[in-house]
């Protein structure tokens, strides 16, 4: 089985480092806190682009290079792997900030993280979030492990999805989704197929 797994939010616990970070970042600028917590990412926050600009400057690179595995992220992985399942990275990381790393370096940041993490991968694919359905046909990726509530409804109408849930995506119920909340849920799940 070819299997599809995002990153933020699936490999790592993007929704607690954005509310932990962006509400520290609130209080240090003297800016009124979050508007709504289960919105996605940064929409969690009224902010301007030049305060979602200075605020990625200062905690997203952080969170790139630093932000640990979910738990027993590589445990599961690497199980799914020596059972003949191919691993597909895919992975909306694939330009940096416009104004402090490019997109060769944030790549290079990934490989990185996923290597200290120990996360292993057939194939590592730098796509942009809205393209990953035209990947997903063209390389026949059987499921999709995401996070996204902008891009499970697309997937979903080509190929089943585990989401793995966040506060952000639990309003999402639709057909072909499956919600999974760990991952050895995610393992167990994927056995049942």
């Known amino acids: 089985m070819k299997i599809g797994i995002d990153i933020d939010g699936v490999l790592t616990n993007d929704d607690d480092y954005i509310l932990d970070h962006a509400i520290k970042y609130c209080y240090e600028n003297n800016i009124n806190s979050y508007v709504d917590a289960t919105r996605y990412e940064t929409k969690k926050f ?4 030049e305060t979602l600009d200075d605020y990625r400057s200062k905690y997203f ?3 790139c290079k630093n932000e640990p595995a ?3 992220a590589s445990e599961v992985i690497n199980k799914l792997h020596q059972e003949g399942n191919e691993i597909y990275i895919i992975t909306g990381r694939y330009k940096g ?7 060769e370096e944030m790549r290079n940041i990934v490989k990185e993280w996923l290597k200290n993490n120990k996360i292993y991968y057939d194939n590592l694919i730098f796509i942009d979030a809205f393209k990953k359905v035209e990947y997903i046909k063209q390389n026949n990726i059987d499921i999709m492990i995401e996070d996204s509530p902008q891009t499970i409804p697309i997937i979903s109408k080509i190929i089943p999805v585990l989401c793995y849930d966040c506060r952000y995506n ?7 989704v499956t919600r999974v909340y760990s991952w050895y849920d995610i393992y167990s799940k994927l056995n049942n197929k």
């Open 46 to 49: 009224d902010w301007n682009n």
């Open 97 to 103: 900030h416009e104004d402090s790393t490019s997109g």
């Open 70 to 72: 979910r738990r027993f």
């Open 61 to 63: 690179y952080n969170y």
């Open 170 to 176: 639990r309003d999402l119920k639709i057909d072909n």
